[in-house]
């Protein structure tokens, strides 16, 4: 019976080493180059996530509460006509956060 246990413990010992953790969102300050010009900017990279998913949610996430439509040219992505009130909190109140997060 001891080994048995034993066997057990090992076993789930080994699973919870081998097995993969959440993989950490990393943010960046960046500069991202627009034209001709560059500009201050963010980088989010996030790992074990489906890029083409991802960016459709971010478009129809740019595109919610405005008339506009994203226009994707070049690899770069704008929306004008847009005006987005307190960025800040936009995500929050979405999410139903408080302000203590």
Same mark, same amino acid.
């Given at each position: 019976?001891?080994?048995?246990?034993?066997?057990?413990c $090992? @076993? #789930?010992? %080994?699973?919870? *080493?081998?097995?993969?953790?959440?993989?950490?969102?990393?943010?960046?300050?960046?500069?991202?180059?627009?034209?001709?010009?560059?500009?201050?900017? $963010? @980088? #989010?990279? %996030?790992?074990? *996530?489906?890029?083409?998913?991802?960016?459709?949610?971010?478009?129809?996430?740019?595109?919610?509460?405005?008339?506009?439509?994203?226009?994707?040219?070049?690899?770069?992505?704008?929306?004008?006509?847009?005006?987005k009130?307190?960025?800040?909190?936009?995500?929050?109140?979405?999410?139903?956060?408080?302000?203590?997060?």
């Amino acid at each position: 019976m001891k080994k048995f246990n034993f066997l057990i413990c $090992l @076993t #789930v010992i %080994i699973s919870a *080493v081998t097995a993969n953790a959440q993989k950490p969102i990393i943010v960046a300050i960046d500069s991202v180059l627009t034209g001709n010009s560059i500009y201050p900017g $963010l @980088t #989010v990279t %996030i790992p074990e *996530v489906d890029f083409d998913k991802t960016l459709k949610n971010w478009i129809k996430e740019q595109e919610s509460g405005t008339k506009s439509k994203v226009v994707t040219e070049n690899g770069e992505m704008s929306i004008f006509g847009a005006i987005k009130k307190n960025i800040y909190n936009y995500g929050r109140e979405k999410r139903k956060l408080s302000a203590k997060d």
